[in-house]
């Protein structure tokens, strides 16, 4: 208990979500060797909340021979507008194999596979090779639950539905020692102090009217970050998703349908019955990236040739209603529940938040400019660019957390637990 009578558990490091980049990281830092106490809290329940856990398409990485890593580098670079931080770009590209291969024979996710038995990859918009490694079109539920299942078998400490409030520096001013904590079942707060602590609370752009990312997610860690002074990168830098389901008053409405609809030969028209992306993207049409399509759709609802609702028209049955049924059942399944038949007809869609692209500024291995503070996944700026490829985000999230663990691990021997500021706490208790 501190003198603020606010309760305190103290560990070596303090990870702060628990998607993919938070389970990664406190995995790789509990499988150190090291002995180490860490603590995850999250706001959510751990395994249940996030977009990792949502992630329906899959994830980018070279495995075939015929693919490289220079060309995974270029199309993320072509995607960013070349405004990426290319150091984290190629940190991504290149790690990512070691990443599925360790959570297929370390975590035991399982991803679909060829008869040959190689892992299945399928194409993605933006990419010059197919390398969109998946379990159906449930890929995050797969990683997810793998990775939350090691968490609990290694018997690391977790707080579910806890959500940081603030990071917490020491006497002097000069680091973070952990964060306020707000349990949010007992409405009491809890003071975590840590000799490192790890941001990765996933970002998220739910502000906007209609957006993606899971409702637990309010852009926490960047804002916590940047109050305490920490350098920012990109920040203009929000993507939006071409296909949020229009469903008419409900606030469901900008769920996503999967991109490799579109990657697989799904076709968008506006209202006239006209497939405009043959005008905005006359080679690749639907299957330009998320920032092209998303803005040409916003092109055609202001220009009047939306629909009724302020949408376009995505048409999967071209690919035929088996097809549809076989490779997307998830998608389906979510059309059915609000009462459009994707397998049959078009369905409304809009374009939707989804993705912060800019974040907290870090280094490859996932420092801040911030002594004691570290940061990984969405939170994280950089890796992206001015946009980000489907099935580059939960590859940036367990690529970078594990990174985030390994270095956690590393900078916390032999560093001191300082003691935190208890007049801060009090301010921001105010
Ligand atoms: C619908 C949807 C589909 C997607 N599909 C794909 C895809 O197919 N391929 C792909 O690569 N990417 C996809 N993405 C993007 C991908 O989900 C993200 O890039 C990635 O999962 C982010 O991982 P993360 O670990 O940073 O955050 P998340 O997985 O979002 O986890 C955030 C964690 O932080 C916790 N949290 C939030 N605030 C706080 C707080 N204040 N205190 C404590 N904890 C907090 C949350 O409860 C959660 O545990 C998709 C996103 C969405 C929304």
Known sequence: MSPLSIPVVQTDILILGAGGAGLCAALHAADSGKKIKILVAAKAIIGKGGCSRMVQGGYNVVLNPADSFEKHFVD????????NDQELAWTL?????????????KYGCFFDRNPDGTIHQKPFAGQSFDRTVHKGDLTGIEIVSRLSEQVFRREIDTLDEHRAIDLLWDKEGTR?????????????????????????TGGGPTMYKLFAPSLDKSADGIAMSYRAGAEMVDMEMVQFHPTGLIVK????SGTLLEEGLRGAGAQLFNALGERFMERYAPDVKERATR?????????????????PNGGVLIDASVMGPEFVEKNFPGMVERCKDYGYDLAHERVEVSPTAHFFMGGIKIDTRCHTDLDGLYAAGEDAGGVHGANRLGGNGIAD????????GDTTANDVVGRELAPFDEKRIEEILK
């Open 249 to 252: 008053g409900s606030n469901t």
């Open 93 to 105: 590209v290149t790690v990512a194999p070691e990443r599925i291969k360790e959570m297929e024979t």
């Open 76 to 83: 993320t670079l072509k995607g960013g507008q070349f405004i």
């Open 397 to 404: 999230s367990t690529v970078y957390g594990g990174i985030a």
């Open 176 to 200: 973070i020692v952990g964060a306020l904590l707000l349990d949010m079942d007992r409405g009491e707060f809890l003071i975590a102090h840590a000799r490192t602590t790890l941001v990765c």
């Open 291 to 307: 920032d092209v399509v998303s803005r040409s759709s916003f092109m055609e609802i202001v220009a009047g040739r939306g629909t």
